[in-house]
């Protein structure tokens, strides 16, 4: 059993959240640092709920230097797991300044910070987003990077930094961890997505579709060159991505230097795929109307997840099947999301 104290950035979100219950289930004492901007406190609550035990909260903008120190100085931190970040693609094309202000200054603050305070492990939360359009799938780590949108870029931007900065400082150990497609939430349905207003991404407008939220599925494409014509992704469950962080920490304890793997299943669905197993999970219909392809969107998506298997001794053990359950789970179970815990308080 260790006791190491992992800084988790962006703990209260969607996949951070997943995170800090699998770290606090595997013995690691958690500090979170999130300024809410896309969570909820409560989500803190039920990390607790769900782990039985406590982790630590600090409601800072990492943006913000002097919060930011304060955490290193009233903590003895081992290590970073980096999460916050603004991560709407479309978004960040209209509100270019706040999304570089944000995910590249907070990064460069936590950089800082390391180097004051002697922190050597650092796990980034990368993206697909950064093949570009592959010329070929599945997606080997090795393949060209390339970014079409400032999101992608900020990514692409942080993955470049830390290459510098681990061929400067050898004590460094850092791991890039490009994650495909997360879906799914935790198994209770406690916690899960919540996205702002209108969902941009297929599984969190699938469930609103199937709570009767929305009145059916915008399909983006029936044109593509994939089996069925429409897009075709490698959808990820939330708790394997998880899972894939504790290993990369034990990674990590190995003194790799900079390490990168993609987080996926190797396995392609296409929208209609996705649609029909998350009917068959759920008993919902689900309405659907084919629409212009969306700008910027590629066909087809899906990992070589080998590496991470081989080096890190992790494989994503759940279905397509069990992903749109818990989807479902979650969504009908919190039809409001965390909102209504929230007002009631
Ligand atoms: P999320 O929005 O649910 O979580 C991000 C968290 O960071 C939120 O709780 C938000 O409040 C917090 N945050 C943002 N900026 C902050 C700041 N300046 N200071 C403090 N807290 C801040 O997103 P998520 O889906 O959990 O994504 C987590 C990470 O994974 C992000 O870096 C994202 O870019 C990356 N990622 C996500 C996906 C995806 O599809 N969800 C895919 C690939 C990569
Ligand atoms: C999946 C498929 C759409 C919505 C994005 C980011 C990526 C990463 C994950 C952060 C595509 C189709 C979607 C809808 C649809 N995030 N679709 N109707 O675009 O693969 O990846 O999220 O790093 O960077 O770009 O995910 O869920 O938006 O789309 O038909 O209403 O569903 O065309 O084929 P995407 P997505």
């Not at 004590?171 to 939430?185: E, K, Q, T």
């Not at 590496?307 to 992790?314: F, I, P, Q, R, V």
């Amino acid at each position: 059993m260790n006791y190491m104290a992992v800084l988790v950035t962006g703990g209260a979100g969607y996949i951070g959240s997943h995170t800090c219950i699998e770290l606090l289930e595997s013995g690691y004492d958690v500090i979170i640092a999130d300024n809410l901007c896309n969570s909820h406190k409560v989500v803190v609550d039920r990390i607790k709920e769900l782990s039985g035990h406590k982790p630590k909260f600090y409601e800072i903008d990492i943006v913000d230097k002097n919060a930011l120190e304060l955490v290193f100085k009233e903590n003895k931190i081992d290590s970073i797991i980096h999460f916050a970040a603004l991560k709407a693609v479309g978004q960040s094309v209209s509100m270019p300044v706040e999304y570089y202000t944000n995910n590249l200054i907070n990064t460069l603050n936590l950089f800082e910070m390391m180097k004051k305070y002697n922190v050597n492990k650092f796990v980034f939360s990368s993206s697909a987003t950064v093949y570009g359009e592959p010329h070929t799938c599945p997606i080997l780590e090795e393949f060209p990077l390339s970014v079409t949108n400032p999101y992608g870029r900020t990514k692409l931007m942080i993955e470049d930094m830390l290459r510098d900065i681990c061929y400067a400082n050898k004590d460094l150990d850092v791991a890039i961890l490009r994650y495909f497609n997360p879906i799914g939430a935790h198994k209770s349905g406690r916690i899960g997505e919540e996205p702002n207003g209108i969902p941009n991404n297929i599984m969190p407008y699938i469930t609103k579709v199937a709570i009767g939220q929305l009145p059916y599925v915008n399909v983006f494409g029936d044109d593509y060159n994939t089996h069925d014509g429409t897009g075709v992704r490698d959808y990820i469950h939330v708790l394997d991505l998880a899972h894939g962080h504790v290993k990369a920490l034990k990674k990590l304890e190995e003194n790799p230097g900079l390490v990168t793997y993609n987080l996926g299943t190797g396995k392609g669905y296409s929208v209609l795929d996705l649609v029909k197993a998350f009917s068959k999970a759920s008993g919902k219909e689900i309405p659907y109307k084919i629409t212009d392809r969306r700008a910027g969107d590629i066909a087809t998506c899906y990992a070589d997840p080998t590496k991470a298997e081989k080096e890190l001794g992790w494989k994503a053990k759940y279905s397509i099947e069990e992903m749109c359950k818990d989807s479902w789970k979650w969504q009908s179970q919190n039809p409001n999301g965390y909102t209504t815990e929230v007002l009631t308080k």
